[in-house]
């Protein structure tokens, strides 16, 4: 629901916003639900950041962009968490490159203060703008609910991480069952060769990234209706994919060697069975499932170990801009990928949701993209090297980010984000 | 010259192939010429191979591309050269990436007698082949041709680098003078949007990573009549370029701290003067030259400082495609970028030879290419991850290697190739 | 309090065992009290353990030596605990200079129940066990115990060294005024060459790298009278003590470039004063204080720029061995090594308590000691290469931990103990 | 032949100097005869000087010993020599530990003008001075040979390494058989307990490390009669001695697992049989000879799965002060060690020569040495922390280095010298 359609709901501007914007900070925060306080401290790598720090940061962003911009007179909340939960430039970053100096200070209850504090400043603004200040705040606004709604991903591919790599590997949520068994069926949808037009144009939000929308020029090309599934990447796996260095990039077979990759992250062969380690817990690999946790360099070498090739996220947009960006994401409260169904040969399934799907695409500024000042333009910019894009949502990706237009961007390496593959093909003429 | 133009000199097809089998593999050696017993071995930093691997490489390339295919009973020289000297895979690389395994033994005066014997058998292959043979034998000797060429261009950089590494600082070869000393004087040239070919079609030779020709589609831009010199990018220096992490890509930023760079490769500065290593031994920085021995982050800082963007390689080819491939290459003998001269805003200048152009183009395959089998397919496709496109050759490219397709490829970081900057802009409407 | 004392004070055998178990277990569980929930999780560093693991630990460590021995069908309250809190070889070590893998589980609270229930256990053991079967319990009961007290002073000096990392620098305790204001006034004792006799013998409790008693043969030798102070340390700093490679062993040397030291661990320069990091906080350098958190090297650098040298841990032993071990050790609340204060040339002065003092002699075995079996030999032997040894105990050393022939051993370049210096010199002839 | 017995070969002092220096300038460049120009450059890993720097960094020594002090007027050869071929400090190291810059310039060549050009200015120097100089000459011109005499030995341990690592394994020097053939038969000799003396008095040159001669007290021990062969070292390996942590010391057992230590350096298995890298090439694996190429940890290990334990370095010079250093050194032309003989109980073999010993000492200053000023003082000091005591030299060992006295001193993970094992223990009462 976008801002636009704020009265079909009967709402005033200002308590739309302050419902929306409870809804966004209750969900966070019920994310964090299981955890026991030693979770919200670890950081098992890297990449993952202590969920102490999602918590903050995402609130120092609504100060930054919001309070200090449009509440008369506020004042930083403590100097200090400024220092501490700040990201290299305003405007912060989707993917935590950099290791995040989380430590002992301030403790978990003092940043639960800390959003109280932030909450009620913010929802106090809400209330007492007017329509013309309503519409100056917006724009920051929603990129800073947009924000949380990124980092509510990244929490959760963070505590997935962190709770695997514990001896003990606990439980974050029960499973729930998805319901579904129809056996998967492959089938090859065609586009012929001609101009498109890709990227975000309209009154909604989307990211800085998205824009401008802008012709490209398309050969012909077949999608698979479906992701990869377990199953099929266990062929590969089985057949010595990870043993062969012609199907691999260079920098794949680097990480293979280095890292000793066998397999996807997560997956444990155990007594000659593989098992995967989920947020229910280790469990026995289930193979209509879509494959998840894989790198660019697997889902590349999967693609040339069976004949074909990722898409471009020209193609992808184009096959999916027609389609209503539905799909197993958070809401669903699943948590994992959904097996895949069968289409019958006449829809592509599971592009939005379930698994992000890698394409062969580097992240790049779309032509005509410049940087805007502020947090706009810096939120996407400095990354744009060495990364690739994904496309779709996964299920662990918040409903309200995905537009057929989102652009994920990860380094080829990274396995901890619910990534996974749909492969393409040139048209044969 | 080409293959198809053999009989325009007045030669048989094979003493033609003779002739230039000989002039490739004399030049190669004479490049080598200056070069004491411990220059052949020694290795500075992990892109450089050592000389003598250079030397052997080319060679093995030539018993495994040509003679074990051609050459009746062909027996390998020696089979533990074999294991040294082969590249990952059949087809070998550009870009050693990795460090080469070259030792002790076999000693400089072995792979020069090495080289005569190879040179020896494939001269009396094509002695002795009929037409028939000759067409069969041509593709792959092409290849052997083009693969040695390659290494002509690397040994130099690798030596520069070596030298430069060396506390003493040896020097290579005197200095010879330009002679231009015209004030560059830069201008825009603009470019329609529209659609466009780009990629190589035809009989001569190519890369198989310039193919297939294909269409895209690209936006009105401007491209700057010469490259970037070095008192503009020393503005830029000045200016605190490198000090600024707003300017810079994520990965930018880390090299910058990473590295402690501070200024180009190969710069210095002493007493207050900027100092830079060349071929000829350290000298007092010439202004007008262009600027060299940047990495694609520098490449794209600087652009982002000049409130500009690097151009895309379909743009580069493009704007470039009807103009001779003429310039200060290899043959010339100068090895060092040549000062810039003035277009007069009527000509794009220096876009072929005196320094490599970095695109902000990823290294993909085209749409519709496969990889064929053997040495073809394999040459290229493994490194068409994370690095970035450049175009028109250098000071130290062998000009045969040139033609308005040639694609080169580096890591964004690397700096130690004859890599500069040429400008672009979008079209303003 | 040894155990052959325990009828003086009145209690039964088995009641004097149990008032000693509550003391020292009650004492870590004290240590404790002060931190907060990530306190417990965080290591800062690899010598360092996390709070917890020290908890569960001393309590796994006790399930191993005394309950698995001796109490009746006893079962390990987690098998899961066994292997995570168990050291390399059953007997644990000191020092860890392996990072723990402690994790996310079990949680703080579990740890707490953990050691509630040895506990019990424990007490029950030593309330039902009739006077032969104390006598067989008490020696793994005393090294458990003694195993406990090392580890109290582990977990202060780690905590230490966690709160510093941290950006807010939290403190662990207010500060106590130790109430010296004598200036300090330091004299050399003399000792004359002869045979000696170092190391424990008798009944109480010791350490099985303190046996066997056995002779040396020393030369004549001084010894200074207290402690290196700060204000002294400060000119061997101020003096470029750091800067000069000639008074350092080369090893040392190296850790002062590679680890970029200027002064003691602890040290901070702010606005031209010297401050320091105390378990109450950042306060300004104390000049009468022993310096303390220095490194082996710093000891011997300062030592040589002093044109003295550190103690042998015979001479030590000569001089200490006659004076009753009493001090500012962690009982008297301090944590904190208190002032010099002056002897008028008659005493040597905090040889126990305050600083662990550096000896020049490596930690070997003494000459005859055989590792006996199980976790008395393996208590230490493993560590006997690459470390020094240090006498005397620290400000956060349990008393009971201290006699004159207790070792202490550090790897040559580790500071975040309570380390420092007390000079000696060879007697002029 | 000592400075003190000149005249009984019928020599003038200063022919007699001359005649030493020329023996010992020439066997340092016959050592180097063998080398092709790609071997004086190479250093496959940190521990080995590339052998160019061998021969400048003691012709540097020569020139900052001798001739800056007693040439009048004497100017460098080369300044930027001194800058390339200085250690640390004057006086130089026994052990490189630290990578040599040794590059591309000054060309070996040029390194053996310069070597020409010092021994023309040493030789006049010599053949000029009275007895008054020369005897002022006298210490620095020892240290300077006896300094050439310890690079021979490093040189020659060098080469090894580096023809080890070179994928085609060059041969140094064709075998020569020893001769020897007689089985080895242990016996242990017995020490009673009581006051000895250790260390150099005397007219003699010793190095600094040696002195003073001092008291020390020694428990009762056995010695073993000769060193621990192949043979029985292969017990070890084959009873799992390197896959059993208890039998390690705590840096060992990282060593084992960080390196993959399976056997001793040089030692491969192939097709189920041991061979070993000798300077004649691969050979299969003598059981008589001394093991050879074992660090510390390992002969620490193997003397602990024996029940034994290292002698100290005071024991070892006990047994062999009386022995003359008589054995298989350099000059035997041997370069590997001898098989052991037997002693039928009388004789302590092979002390001297064949293999360095390694001891249970630390290496230490001895109690009242005092650093003197200049190349005497520095020329062990700053080593003598880390690293444990050898004694007795190798097969690689010239002659004149070695006194009962004599000191060696290495890293405890260091192989690449020529180090074995000979077994001591306690003398049961």
């Given at each position: 629901m976008e801002y636009a359609q704020r009265t079909e709901a009967g709402l005033s501007p200002g308590r739309w916003l302050q419902e929306r914007y409870r809804d966004v900070r209750e969900t966070t925060e019920r994310l964090a639900d299981p955890l026991e306080a030693e979770d919200y401290v670890v950081q098992a790598m890297?990449?993952?950041?202590?969920?102490?720090?999602?918590?903050?940061?995402?609130?120092?962003?609504?100060?930054?962009?919001?309070?200090?911009?449009?509440?008369?007179?506020?004042?930083?909340?403590?100097?200090?968490?400024?220092?501490?939960?700040?990201?290299?430039?305003?405007?912060?970053?989707?993917?935590?490159?950099?290791p995040r100096g989380v430590g002992l200070r301030p403790t978990i209850e003092e940043i639960y203060r800390y959003r109280r504090h932030v909450d009620e400043r913010i929802l106090e603004l809400l209330e007492n703008a007017d329509e013309e200040r309503l519409a100056r705040v917006t724009p920051y606004f929603e990129l800073s609910l947009n924000h949380e709604l990124q980092h509510q991903e990244q929490l959760v591919a963070d505590i997935k991480y962190n709770y695997f790599a514990d001896p003990l590997k606990p439980v974050y949520r029960e499973r729930k069952e998805s319901g579904l068994h129809v056996l998967p069926y492959l089938t090859w949808h065609k586009f012929a060769e001609g101009q498109a037009e890709i990227g975000h144009q309209g009154p909604g939000f989307a990211f800085d990234?998205?824009?401008?929308?802008?012709?490209?020029?398309?050969?012909?090309?077949?999608?698979?209706?479906?992701?990869?599934?377990?199953?099929?990447?266990?062929?590969?796996?089985?057949?010595?994919?990870?043993?062969?260095?012609?199907?691999?990039?260079?920098?794949?077979?680097?990480?293979?060697?280095?890292?000793?990759?066998?397999?996807?992250?997560?997956?444990?062969?155990?007594?000659?069975?593989?098992?995967?380690?989920?947020?229910?817990?280790?469990?026995?690999?289930?193979?209509?499932?879509?494959?998840?946790?894989?790198?660019?360099?697997?889902?590349?070498?999967?693609?040339?170990?069976?004949?074909?090739?990722?898409?471009?996220?020209?193609?992808?947009?184009?096959?999916?801009?027609?389609?209503?960006?539905?799909?197993?994401?958070?809401?669903?409260?699943?948590?994992?990928?959904?097996?895949?169904?069968?289409?019958?040969?006449?829809?592509?399934?599971?592009?939005?949701?379930?698994?992000?799907?890698?394409?062969?695409?580097?992240?790049?500024?779309?032509?005509?993209?410049?940087?805007t000042e502020g947090p706009f333009g810096e939120y996407h910019g400095k990354y744009m090297s060495n990364r690739m894009v994904l496309r779709g949502g996964s299920c662990i990706t918040p409903r309200g980010l995905i537009r057929p237009t989102t652009r994920h961007y990860l380094l080829p390496e990274k396995r901890w984000q619910f990534s996974g593959i749909r492969l393409a093909d040139d048209l044969e003429e």
């Open positions: 890297e990449d993952v950041c202590p969920p102490k720090w999602h918590l903050a940061h995402t609130t120092w962003f609504l100060e930054a962009a919001v309070l200090q911009r449009y509440a008369p007179r506020y004042e930083w909340y403590d100097h200090n968490y400024a220092a501490l939960f700040a990201s290299g430039e305003f405007g912060g970053e989707f993917h935590a490159s950099v990234n998205e824009m401008p929308r802008h012709k490209v020029w398309i050969g012909g090309f077949r999608l698979a209706s479906q992701p990869v599934t377990n199953g099929e990447y266990l062929q590969f796996v089985e057949d010595g994919g990870y043993r062969q260095p012609r199907l691999w990039l260079a920098e794949g077979w680097n990480c293979v060697q280095k890292y000793g990759w066998e397999a996807p992250l997560y997956w444990e062969k155990r007594d000659g069975n593989w098992w995967y380690y989920t947020l229910s817990g280790m469990r026995e690999l289930e193979l209509d499932e879509p494959v998840c946790h894989v790198s660019y360099y697997e889902a590349d070498a999967y693609a040339r170990w069976a004949g074909r090739r990722l898409p471009t996220e020209a193609e992808w947009e184009v096959a999916f801009s027609a389609i209503r960006p539905e799909g197993n994401f958070a809401e669903s409260g699943w948590f994992h990928p959904a097996p895949s169904g069968s289409s019958h040969g006449e829809l592509l399934l599971q592009g939005y949701g379930d698994i992000w799907e890698w394409t062969m695409s580097p992240y790049l500024p779309y032509p005509g993209n410049r940087r």
